[in-house]
């Protein structure tokens, strides 16, 4: 098995050079946003995810769930305040979750001090 350090460099580079990879074959950290279209700190949080989306892909997989549309989700995450940011490992396990509006800045800074994203 890849350093984690490697392994989220190798998958940035390979993103940068426009290198498909097959799904599932690097195994990327994750952010899980829960929420809903309707709630304001939902709709403050939605530029921010579309951001890191871009920003981050190759490194972190960025994904929202609307549990208004999918209320099984609020039920496997254990859902009790919406908007809720999940981190979790490459290998699904929960590292740290967030209940509120959370800042891309802090985002940012909670994946690196996770070590679920590179530092610079």
């Known amino acids: 098995m890849l350093p984690r350090r490697f392994a989220l460099c190798l ?29 304001l700190p939902c709709k403050q949080m939605a530029p921010i995810l579309e951001e890191l989306k871009v920003e981050l892909q190759g490194q972190v997989e960025v994904e929202f769930i609307d549990i208004a549309q999918n209320p099984q989700a609020a039920d496997k995450y254990a859902i009790n305040v919406i908007p809720t940011q999940i981190f979790l ?11 509120g509006f959370y800042s891309k800045a802090d985002i940012l800074a909670k994946l690196r001090e996770l070590k679920l994203l590179a530092e610079g």
Not at 25 to 37: F, I, M, R
């Open 11 to 39: 998958a940035a580079a390979l993103c940068a050079a426009g290198v498909v990879v097959a799904q599932g074959a690097v195994k990327l950290p994750k952010l899980v946003d829960l929420g809903s279209t309707t709630c």
């Open 89 to 99: 490992d490459p290998s699904g396990q929960e590292a740290f979750r967030h209940e």
